[in-house]
């Protein structure tokens, strides 16, 4: 379309002759001030350059007489300016910008069939009812006053945009509209393409009609009540929304969105379903993902697709159910805070349960507003479990070497012991006479036989003296071989704090 208009002008330029030249007509810009300063570009049907209007005085603006304006259309900061008019214009192939016009309550336009760059109105509160072209077609053969670029529409007085010829393209720039205290629907029901769509601060109960959109750079409504955006399949940046009044956005066909998404403070939305969307972010934008301050919002999903989230997922409010299923990838950190008192946290890990979640141990939350205290159960990954300096591990491992020779050593001993009491003859067994203890006669307390000392105190029984100076210390059973048991029971034990078996992660569910 652009390279249409192109040829049109270099068709035109090529073909006129002195008028295209007409000095008067050609200029940089055209700058008015007065009503006779717009009065002297009467002669020229085709204008190339910019014009721009800016007084504290003009309170009524014509522009007679002009056609085609090569250039720009920029009306601004005019305070007294109530009307303006251009009768003939019928083409401006760049800008028509009207801004800070307190007191402009006329607009008429009824030649006018395109805007190829951008229309935009700012801060003209009092204009309700703009006249613009309603009969006839364009160019390009569209009905009406047609934009082939951005518009924006901010802070004026009109109710309806339905003058614009909305039914009956496709394309558009990025469209604004905000601001405008009166207007209740935007209804472009042919619009399959756009940049940015922003609506936000608008009417009460305004609505937003958008049935055959399918791809927007970004989406962003604020204080919208009732939408249809049914076909829309790709969102290339951010979705955004906050404090609309309706109770559900349900996008089935949406599937992509490059940037962040965020839906916050919505007081009546108790449905967010976007069940074909695969990913958040993922691309050069940062891709967060926000749930906050949506009072009426208490399960989370209808997000069974979604695997990764590009940034920060934050999601807080009165959640009682949380679901995502199919989530992978949460690469910038997790974190749930809901007001809903017996919301599970400790079984908060179940919600990737496609994840290893250990990899992301040290950066999701779960909590609920009552404590604000996390306390979903964190994996440790293996390699940095307990923080063990390295300089403490080589230590221990010595130690471990060093006991471990000493242990064998013991053993060693003990073995050669055990040869050599091999060959030492069998003692005859010790009496307990031998020994200072004589037998009574008769039964001791629970049935044992009752002993009793014998000799006097102090006094050396005879069976010690006589054995004192043989093999009275071979006789001692030599003391079990602890150490090697010992060490190995050690290790199992460091075994057992440090290191974690991946299979805990294998037996999560799906939902909390
Ligand atoms: C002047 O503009 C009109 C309206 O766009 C157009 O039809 C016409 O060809 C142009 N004439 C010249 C001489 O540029
Ligand atoms: C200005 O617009 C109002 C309605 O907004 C209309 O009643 C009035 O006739 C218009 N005045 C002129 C001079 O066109
Ligand atoms: C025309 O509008 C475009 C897009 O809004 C803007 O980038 C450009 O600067 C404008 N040109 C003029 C002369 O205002
Ligand atoms: C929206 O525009 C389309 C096409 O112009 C029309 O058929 C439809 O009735 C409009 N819807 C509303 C609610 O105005
Ligand atoms: C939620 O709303 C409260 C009160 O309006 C506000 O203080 C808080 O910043 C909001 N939180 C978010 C994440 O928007
Ligand atoms: C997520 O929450 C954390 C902690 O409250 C905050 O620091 C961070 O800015 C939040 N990120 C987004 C994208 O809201």
Same mark, same amino acid.
């Given at each position: 379309?652009?390279?249409?208009?192109?040829?049109?002008? %270099?068709?035109?330029?090529?073909?006129?002759?002195?008028?295209?030249?007409?000095?008067?007509?050609?200029?940089?810009?055209?700058?008015?001030? #007065?009503?006779?300063?717009?009065?002297?570009?009467?002669? @020229?049907?085709?204008?190339?350059?910019?014009?721009?209007?800016?007084?504290?005085?003009?309170?009524?603006?014509?522009?007679?007489?002009?056609?085609?304006?090569?250039?720009?259309?920029?009306?601004?900061?005019?305070? &007294?300016?109530?009307?303006?008019? =251009?009768?003939?214009?019928?083409?401006?192939?760049?800008?028509?910008?009207?801004?800070?016009?307190?007191?402009?309550?006329?607009?008429?336009?009824?030649?006018?069939?395109?805007?190829?760059?951008?229309?935009?109105?700012?801060?003209?509160?009092?204009?309700?009812?703009?006249?613009?072209?309603?009969?006839?077609?364009?160019?390009?053969?569209?009905?009406?006053?047609?934009?082939?670029?951005?518009? #924006?529409?901010?802070?004026?007085?009109?109710?309806?945009?339905?003058?614009?010829?909305?039914?009956?393209?496709?394309?558009?720039?990025?469209?604004?509209?905000?601001?405008?205290?009166?207007?209740?629907?935007?209804?472009?029901?042919?619009? /399959?393409?756009?940049?940015?769509?922003?609506?936000?601060?608008?009417?009460?109960?305004?609505?937003?009609?958008?049935?055959?959109?399918?791809?927007?750079?970004?989406?962003?409504?604020?204080?919208?009540?009732?939408?249809?955006?049914?076909?829309?399949?790709?969102?290339?940046?951010?979705?955004?929304?906050?404090?609309? #009044?309706?109770?559900?956005?349900?996008?089935?066909?949406?599937? &992509?969105?490059?940037?962040?998404?965020? /839906?916050?403070?919505?007081? %009546?939305?108790?449905?967010?379903?976007?069940?074909?969307?695969?990913?958040?972010?993922?691309?050069?934008?940062?891709?967060?993902?926000?749930? =906050?301050?949506?009072?009426?919002?208490?399960?989370?999903?209808?997000?069974?697709?979604?695997?990764? /989230?590009?940034?920060?997922?934050?999601?807080?409010?009165?959640?009682?159910?949380?679901?995502?299923?199919?989530?992978?990838?949460?690469?910038?950190?997790?974190?749930?805070?809901?007001?809903?008192?017996?919301?599970? @946290?400790?079984?908060?890990?179940?919600?990737?349960?496609?994840?290893?979640?250990?990899?992301?141990?040290?950066?999701?939350? @779960?909590?609920?507003?009552?404590?604000?205290?996390? #306390?979903?159960?964190?994996?440790?990954?293996?390699?940095?479990?307990?923080?063990?300096?390295?300089?403490?591990?080589?230590?221990?491992?010595?130690?471990?070497?060093?006991?471990?020779?000493?242990?064998?050593?013991?053993?060693?001993?003990?073995?050669?012991?055990?040869?050599?009491?091999?060959? /030492?003859?069998?003692?005859?067994?010790?009496?307990?006479?031998?020994?200072?203890?004589?037998?009574?006669?008769?039964?001791?307390?629970?049935?044992?036989?009752?002993?009793?000392? %014998?000799?006097?105190?102090?006094?050396?029984?005879?069976?010690?003296?006589?054995?004192?100076?043989?093999?009275?210390?071979?006789?001692?059973?030599?003391?079990?071989?602890?150490?090697?048991?010992?060490?190995?029971?050690?290790?199992?034990?460091?075994?057992?704090?440090?290191?974690?078996?991946?299979?805990?992660?294998?037996?999560?569910?799906?939902?909390?």
């Amino acid at each position: 379309m652009q390279y249409a208009a192109f040829a049109a002008a %270099m068709m035109v330029a090529s073909a006129s002759g002195s008028e295209a030249q007409d000095a008067i007509c050609t200029q940089d810009t055209h700058a008015i001030t #007065t009503q006779s300063d717009a009065d002297s570009l009467g002669s @020229c049907n085709n204008i190339t350059g910019l014009i721009t209007v800016q007084s504290d005085t003009l309170t009524s603006l014509t522009l007679n007489g002009i056609h085609r304006l090569d250039g720009s259309l920029i009306i601004s900061s005019c305070a &007294a300016l109530t009307e303006i008019s =251009a009768p003939q214009l019928q083409w401006i192939n760049d800008n028509l910008t009207l801004s800070s016009l307190p007191q402009l309550t006329n607009l008429s336009l009824p030649a006018l069939e395109t805007v190829q760059i951008a229309l935009s109105w700012a801060s003209i509160p009092s204009l309700t009812s703009p006249n613009l072209k309603t009969k006839g077609v364009d160019a390009y053969g569209n009905p009406g006053t047609n934009i082939y670029g951005d518009l #924006t529409i901010s802070d004026t007085g009109i109710e309806t945009l339905d003058f614009f010829n909305f039914g009956s393209f496709s394309r558009a720039g990025d469209v604004s509209v905000t601001g405008n205290k009166d207007m209740k629907l935007v209804n472009l029901s042919s619009l /399959v393409t756009s940049s940015l769509l922003e609506f936000a601060d608008n009417g009460q109960s305004f609505q937003v009609l958008l049935p055959k959109l399918t791809t927007a750079d970004g989406l962003s409504l604020q204080d919208v009540m009732q939408l249809n955006i049914s076909s829309l399949t790709t969102i290339s940046n951010t979705l955004r929304l906050e404090e609309n #009044t309706f109770q559900a956005f349900e996008m089935d066909q949406l599937n &992509a969105i490059g940037g962040d998404v965020i /839906v916050r403070g919505n007081p %009546m939305l108790n449905r967010f379903g976007l069940p074909a969307l695969t990913e958040i972010g993922g691309g050069i934008y940062s891709g967060d993902f926000v749930i =906050a301050n949506n009072s009426a919002l208490t399960d989370l999903d209808g997000l069974g697709k979604l695997t990764a /989230v590009d940034g920060t997922t934050n999601l807080s409010g009165n959640l009682y159910k949380v679901s995502l299923p199919a989530m992978d990838n949460m690469s910038d950190g997790f974190h749930l805070l809901t007001t809903a008192p017996d919301f599970n @946290c400790s079984g908060f890990d179940r919600l990737f349960y496609s994840s290893d979640i250990s990899k992301y141990s040290d950066r999701y939350s @779960c909590a609920t507003s009552g404590t604000r205290t996390d #306390t979903a159960i964190h994996y440790r990954p293996p390699s940095s479990g307990p923080a063990i300096p390295k300089a403490t591990k080589v230590i221990i491992i010595i130690v471990c070497i060093v006991a471990a020779l000493l242990a064998t050593g013991i053993g060693l001993r003990w073995w050669a012991k055990r040869r050599r009491r091999g060959r /030492v003859p069998e003692e005859p067994p010790i009496s307990l006479g031998e020994l200072g203890v004589g037998e009574e006669e008769g039964e001791g307390v629970d049935g044992l036989p009752a002993y009793r000392r %014998m000799g006097k105190p102090g006094e050396v029984p005879p069976g010690y003296k006589a054995r004192e100076s043989t093999q009275t210390r071979t006789q001692i059973p030599p003391p079990p071989p602890a150490r090697p048991k010992g060490i190995r029971g050690t290790v199992a034990g460091w075994r057992r704090t440090f290191i974690r078996l991946p299979s805990r992660h294998g037996e999560t569910a799906n939902v909390v």
